[in-house]
């Protein structure tokens, strides 16, 4: 088997900024110029208690092993903002490939083209930027849409799931009647942080007797270790990125 | 407008995608017959359809940038976006996007509320149209015209699916032509009486 070297995209600096200070400050360089990393990729990383934790470079590939040319626009696209919502978190912004058209779609494309012939009746996406990309994904491979949301937002009957954050809980809901036993969905959502959110949804939905092929998102941030917290689940994703401002220089 | 009076007149799409979209009453309150089109999201074929619809009418507008209002502005602009070959860009509740922002504010019942737009989403020029599921008082959908129109782009429509019947002929918002798929529907066997809140609605010019 060739193994495709990684692919480190790293981002463009002007030739007189020097590199960031390990505490964040305010001479790190413009959001704009920060990316995240395009590792190797599309990276399906499968979950299972067998398999070790190898670092993501070296993780099984999908059959083409050849990196997807169309990966290196989506993961320039998006645009790393510092300190959002708070001090230390280099926040993921999906806003900018939603304004690059091409972009956008090739996203969806990456995913359809995985999930089209795979018997998917559902799209599971999570409030709110979930609603972005499943939609048009499950629109394209036939599938229903639902939407997983905060609580006291959806109307009628729901049930919901507990999860926990930094501090405190949290609940996601999805109506009932919505989803039937034995049909197997994908979850949705842009980003995989602590995998906390995606936890749930995969229990909201297992709970009432779904199958839940895969966990699909834009981005990972691998050292936050939120597919150890999938179970079994596979989780699938584009692009993976640093949580950290000292990785960007 | 609605797409009935506008050359959709007996297009079966519409009727299917109408029962489609449940009611469910005394949503969020007594009172509001709540306009639930998270049913029309599991009929693929009426989700297909309400997309389609707007697609045919904006393919050739020469649309440059969909709007959508969090949260379920988000659940059609996006797919509207990417068939007619448009940037998508989400309107959202304070403090949800990051970067530069500007905020528009707009009434509701008791108080105010306000939406927020990416200063760096939409150049003079760009050509705009804006998506909600539905509208009722069209006070969160001027606010968003207000955010476009502050950045430069000029907005050419807002479409909805679900719109009151306020107006015969075509419902204006700032001057702006709204686009609606379908009337409200209500329960018929509902034995509360039903306030005005929800259905005593003005289109604001």
Avoid: W
């Avoid at chain 1, 997807?68 to 280099?90: E, H, N, Q, Y």
């Avoid at chain 1, 930027?129 to 599938?143: T, V």
């Avoid at chain 2, 707009?106 to 737009?117: A, N, P, S």
């Amino acid at each position: 088997m060739i193994r495709t070297p990684s692919l480190l995209r790293r981002p463009f600096f002007s030739s007189s900024s020097s590199p960031p200070p390990p505490s964040s400050s305010c001479i790190l360089p413009p959001p704009s110029l920060l990316r995240p990393h395009l590792i190797s990729t599309p990276i399906s990383l499968r979950c299972s208690a067998a398999d070790s934790r190898s670092p993501p470079n070296r993780e099984m590939a999908t059959a083409d092993n050849q990196q997807d040319p169309r990966l290196a626009g989506i993961a320039s696209a998006i645009r790393v903002i510092p300190d959002f919502p708070k001090a230390g978190i280099m926040f993921q912004d999906i806003t900018t490939l939603l304004l690059d058209v091409k972009a956008f779609r090739d996203t969806i494309d990456l995913f359809v083209d995985r999930y089209k012939d795979k018997g998917i009746s559902v799209v599971a996406g999570i409030e709110a930027r979930g609603f972005i990309f499943g939609p048009p994904i499950a629109l394209a491979i036939g599938a229903k849409f639902v939407p997983l949301r905060k609580p006291k937002k959806l109307p009628g009957e729901v049930i919901s799931e507990e999860y926990s954050l930094e501090y405190g809980t949290d609940k996601i809901e999805m109506h009932v009647g919505a989803v039937q036993a034995g049909e197997r969905a994908l979850i949705v959502d842009d980003l995989i942080a602590t995998g906390g959110t995606l936890n749930a949804a995969i229990r909201l939905l297992e709970r009432v007797g779904v199958e839940v092929h895969e966990c699909a998102c834009l981005m990972e941030l691998p050292e936050l270790k939120g597919r150890d917290r999938l179970g079994d689940k596979p989780l699938f994703v584009l692009v993976q990125s640093s949580v950290d401002a000292h990785d960007y220089h | 407008m609605f797409a009935a009076e506008n050359g959709l007149k007996g297009d079966p799409r519409l009727e299917a995608i109408s029962q489609a979209i449940r009611v469910v009453p005394h949503f969020p309150k007594k009172g509001i017959m709540f306009q639930d089109i998270t049913t029309l999201l599991l009929d693929h074929k009426a989700f297909q359809d309400t997309v389609d619809i707007f697609v045919d009418r904006y393919r050739n507008m020469d649309i440059s940038v969909v709007a959508g209002i969090e949260a379920r502005g988000f659940m059609f602009g996006p797919s509207i976006a990417l068939a007619i070959g448009a940037k998508f860009v989400p309107l959202r509740k304070p403090k949800k996007l990051p970067g530069k922002v500007i905020c528009e504010e707009y009434e509701l019942e008791y108080g105010t509320d306000c939406l927020e737009m990416q200063v760096d989403a939409v150049q003079p020029g760009d050509r705009a149209l804006i998506v909600d599921d539905l509208v009722a008082t069209g006070g969160t959908l001027s606010a968003a015209i207000r955010l476009l129109e502050r950045m430069g782009a000029q907005v050419v429509e807002c479409g909805c699916v679900v719109g009151l019947p306020e107006v015969k002929g075509q419902c204006r918002l700032n001057g702006k032509p709204v686009y609606i798929l379908v009337e409200p529907r209500e329960i018929d066997n509902c034995r509360h009486d039903i306030s005005s809140e929800f259905l005593n609605v003005q289109c604001s010019g």
